[in-house]
């Protein structure tokens, strides 16, 4: 018969495998958890939903997801992460099945979605295309010092606005000199800067016709290979980041947003005119530049209205 000294071993034993199994198995899943999120946008926004559900021991999940350990338990976590690796099947690309470049999700989308209606990722930006107006509603972008959004000139908006070149008064304000002020400027900024995120999309202004009561009205281009509707403005929001210390780390510095008219004008005026605040762009288009899903807190600089 087993002394009481052994079973309390066999106890303890079986215990502390226990726990370690489901440690393993915990940060198995929030690992691959992770790399999803790094594909998929739709798991990107929901992802403080599944934290819960995959998690046993408690360790914050968010913080080590934009690698920024803050405690003991989260640390030792990340230091599982060669295990974990070394346990897990290899990935596609490393048995000959790679599939094309698309973007990182955690990158580009760092300060959130205006809105989840069918998100597309391409290996350059993220985008969310309207159904009702079969067009995107807006893409998002990351740009770094050395990067230059404003080449090849307009080709990566024409590629996502205009679905086919037949009908150019689409985005005629792409070819304004306004517009192409305003990507020097992004330009700028980022080389500036040394991190800059827009965000672009286009704009259909409600009509009223001299009535209390307004709708949304646009016309559509017919020379299209299918019915487009034409914008009447765009729009494009800044978040400008500058890099801090000898470490690269990068910290927000400013919000902004500009909208462009989509036409020709003879009176273009300077790029501050075209100046507006968040709140306009977003009563205008009904997206959400949620400032709490921006993480660490942004000092907007808007100043003046819509018009």
Request: hydrophobic share 35%.
């Amino acid at each position: 018969m087993p002394e009481p000294q052994d079973i309390a071993l066999y106890a303890s034993v079986g215990v502390a495998a226990f726990v370690f199994g489901a440690f393993l198995q915990q940060e198995t899943s929030i690992n691959n958890l992770f790399d999803v999120i790094k594909r998929d946008p739709y798991v990107y926004h929901n992802r403080r939903k599944l934290y819960p559900v995959l998690s046993t021991f408690s360790t914050n999940h968010e913080a080590r997801l934009w690698s920024r350990p803050v405690g003991l338990k989260d640390k030792i976590c990340d230091r599982v992460k060669p295990l974990i690796k070394f346990l897990l099947p290899k990935p596609k690309e490393e048995m000959g099945l790679e599939e094309p470049p698309l973007a990182n999700v955690l990158d580009i989308l760092k300060y959130g979605l205006p809105s989840v209606e069918q998100l597309l990722v391409h290996k350059d930006y993220i985008m969310s295309r309207g159904i009702e107006t079969k067009s995107a509603t807006w893409i998002c972008e990351h740009f770094r010092a050395g990067s230059s959004p404003d080449a090849p000139e307009c080709l990566r908006y024409t590629d996502v606005f205009l679905l086919t070149g037949g009908c150019a008064e689409i985005g005629r304000a792409f070819t304004r000199p306004i517009w192409q002020e305003l990507e020097r400027y992004v330009t700028l900024k980022t080389q500036k800067c040394g991190s800059l995120y827009t965000y672009t999309g286009p704009i259909f202004t409600p009509k009223n016709h001299g009535t209390d009561k307004s709708w949304l009205e646009y016309r559509e281009c017919k020379n299209a290979s299918m019915p487009v509707p034409v914008p009447s403005h765009y729009f494009k929001v800044l978040i400008i980041e500058e890099s801090q210390g000898p470490g690269g780390d990068v910290q927000p510095v400013a919000i902004e947003a500009y909208v462009i008219k989509n036409g020709h004008t003879d009176t273009v005026g300077c790029l501050s005119e075209h100046r507006v605040r968040i709140k306009d762009i977003e009563e205008q288009t009904g997206l959400r530049f949620n400032k709490q899903q921006q993480g660490p807190k942004l000092m907007t600089t808007d100043q003046c209205c819509f018009n």
